[in-house]
């Protein structure tokens, strides 16, 4: 069954914030969809058996803090 896992992600900015915080996520396994919204700096996964260490992990590796 499908989960979602919403983050704020402050640092992001730009098209290219929303393309490689998207990319990373996208990698992570279990990982189905990334919606990623500028104006709330909000980022929502959605998919199975997620993993919070996993997918805080994949923000920091786009260069990012998520809380």
Request: hydrophobic share 40%.
């Amino acid at each position: 069954m499908p989960t979602t896992a919403t983050f704020t992600v402050p640092g992001m900015s730009c098209e290219h914030c929303k393309a490689a915080v998207t990319e990373e996520l996208s990698e992570v396994p279990g990982v189905e969809s990334v919606n990623v919204d500028l104006q709330s700096k909000l980022v929502s996964v959605s998919g199975a058996d997620l993993q919070d260490s996993a997918l805080r992990a994949a923000i920091e590796e786009a260069g990012y803090e998520a809380s």
